[in-house]
């Protein structure tokens, strides 16, 4: 009986340590995992680094960088221009990148004023604000003089800040009415005719002259009409009908009269779709040509500008032997 009462005292003892080791295993079990804590700490600080991360600026990369005027896409040297602050230029880029690392892209040439000009550096003011920097390479020289325009004058002339060509119509003062020659046929007369300032205005001069068109070797078969950029060494660059730039030697140029003596029936060169054709001309309509081009994509005659229409010199017949 002793026996008996002692085994259940056993029984009951071992019972009740087993039970208080799981309870204190149980009170002490986040104390005794330290590494779990750490990880859980650890991992709490990583979501907070995570997000502060997130919400600072990133930093400045090369490409956030301004890019380097001197450096282009036609390895073509930067060069200087003599300009001054408050200058008016004609400056060529693609839309609001300022850089000029891709040929492929379209080109447009808009007015600005000069800021400033260091050596081979130009530094433009925005006509809304802001400031970047170019090359004389870029640049075409603008505006006028009151009294520097005349009746009868081809000129460049702003048209919603962009480059395009005119005849000076009337001029009073430091009021010059032109109307554009380069502007769609189908506009009303209206909206080709518009007053515009000295500073809006420039004389265009004969010859290879930045601002003036040209005939270029074509780079396929046909010559090409190309719009005059900026003369470079034995170079120029110049922006081709698509409004990409390429760069065209000296001698692969010709220039274009500004205003020759045309008359019904003559033999001319003219451009269709950007390439060079012969025609003859069909009617004269003061700042327009009407043609027929001879190999054109077309059978009806079209029109185009002046500035843009050769002569083709007759060939003189050989002397009886």
């Known amino acids: 009986m002793k026996q008996y009462r002692l ?25 005794e995992k330290p590494a779990e804590v750490a990880a859980t700490a650890a991992g709490a600080v990583g979501q907070a680094a995570e997000a502060s991360a997130a919400a600072a600026p990133a930093a400045a990369t090369p490409a956030d960088a301004e890019p380097d005027p001197t450096k282009n896409a036609w390895n073509l040297p930067a060069r200087g221009a003599a300009l001054k602050d408050g200058d008016r230029v004609f400056v060529l ?40 920097k170019t090359t004389g390479l870029f640049v075409i020289a603008a505006g006028s003089q009151a009294g520097e325009v005349k009746v009868g004058d081809l000129v460049l002339a702003e048209w919603a800040s962009e480059l395009k060509h005119a005849m000076v119509q009337k001029v009073e003062g430091d009021k010059i009415t032109v109307r554009y020659t380069d502007l769609p046929d189908n506009w009303q007369e209206s909206q080709l005719v518009k007053v515009l300032s000295p500073r809006e205005v420039t004389r265009q001069k004969e010859g290879l002259q930045a601002g003036n068109f040209a005939f270029a070797k074509g780079v ?22 698509s409004q990409r730039v390429r760069s065209v030697a000296k001698s692969d140029l010709r220039p274009i009269p500004l205003k020759p003596a045309l008359k019904v029936g003559q033999a001319v060169e003219v451009p269709w779709v950007g390439q060079v054709y012969p025609a003859k001309v069909t009617k004269v309509l003061g700042t327009r040509i009407e043609v027929k081009a001879d190999g054109a994509q077309t059978k009806e005659p079209f029109t185009v500008a002046i500035g843009q229409v050769a002569p083709i010199e007759a060939k003189a017949a050989p002397k009886a032997k």
């Open 93 to 132: 880029t693609q839309g609001k990148d300022r850089s000029y690392g891709d040929a492929t892209k379209p080109y447009r040439l808009f007015a600005h004023d000069v800021g400033d000009a260091k050596g081979d550096v130009i530094t433009i003011k925005e006509l809304a604000g802001g400031s970047f």
């Open 7 to 31: 085994a259940v005292v056993l029984v009951a003892t071992a019972a009740l340590w087993s039970w208080g080791c799981k309870k204190k295993e149980a009170e002490v079990k986040p104390a």
């Open 220 to 241: 396929q078969s046909r010559d090409e009409l190309v719009l005059l950029v900026a003369e470079s060494g034995d170079n120029w660059l110049v922006r081709q009908f």
